[in-house]
């Protein structure tokens, strides 16, 4: 299975920063690579597909980057609704494994 | 906008079945993937499986044996069966459709989750 690392596993920001987090592959998945976003007691929701392609719907303050083994996921103003745990997931090669999640808390 | 609906038991006991149901509502489940995925408590996402309208499955080799996905496309309905279940399968379980192509895919819809504790 293809392993998936995500850092930070938690930080805390300020309403308006500029929040980074990255995903690692344990070896490389081109831009196969989707992150969502998951809310207490809710079902994670698609950000970003194809490592840089937003989801429909999706504020334009997410973005996402990165090929091969080393992606990100960028908000570039941090807003109220988005603290939240954030996960990758690679869609490369069955079974479709998961980043142990990255929380983003309210400092 | 597809919505999708599960149903199903939240408490199982150890060695028996899990089943869940989940219906899709707002489109037909004649097209795409769809997926069971679920999340231990406290936990980060394991995928679960995926079945095709056609009824072609994949399933993840730490479930495989396992686990059973089916569908019904005249209920609009896919189903997950995992046996002989123990403490450590209590997971919110959610089911989600996958748009796929080839391998290139992702979860867009996903259920509400379901709780399922078990426990004798």
């Known amino acids: 299975d293809i392993q998936m690392t995500q850092s930070p596993s938690s930080l805390s920001a300020s309403v308006g920063d500029r929040v980074t987090i990255t995903c690692r592959a344990s070896?490389?998945?081109?831009?196969?690579l989707n992150w969502y976003q998951q809310k207490p007691g809710k079902a994670p929701k698609l950000l970003i597909h194809?490592?840089?392609i937003l989801q429909s719907g999706v504020p334009s303050r997410f973005s996402g980057s990165g090929s091969g083994t080393d992606f990100t996921v960028t908000i570039s103003s941090l807003q109220p609704e988005d603290f939240a745990t954030y996960y990758c997931?690679?869609?490369?090669?069955?079974?479709?494994?998961f980043g142990q999640g990255t929380k983003v808390e309210i400092k | 906008q597809v919505h999708l609906q599960q149903s199903g038991p939240g408490l199982v006991k150890p060695s028996e079945t899990l089943s869940l149901t989940c219906t899709v509502s707002g489109g037909s489940i004649s097209s795409h993937y769809w997926s069971w995925i679920r999340q231990p408590p406290g936990k980060g996402l394991e995928w679960i499986g995926q079945?095709?309208?056609?009824?072609?499955?994949n399933y993840n080799p730490s479930l495989k044996s396992r686990v059973t996905i089916s569908v019904d496309t005249s209920k609009n309905q896919f189903s997950l069966n995992l046996n002989s279940v123990s403490a450590a399968d209590t997971a919110v379980y959610y089911c989600?459709?996958?748009?796929?192509?080839?391998?290139?895919?992702?979860?867009?819809?996903w259920g509400q989750g379901t709780l399922v504790t078990v426990s004798s």
């Open positions: 989600a459709r996958r748009w796929s192509q080839y391998t290139y895919g992702y979860e867009d819809n």
């Open positions: 194809g490592a840089y």
């Open positions: 070896l490389s998945i081109s831009t196969y």
């Open positions: 997931q690679q869609s490369y090669n069955s079974p479709w494994t």
């Open positions: 079945i095709y309208y056609s009824g072609s499955t």
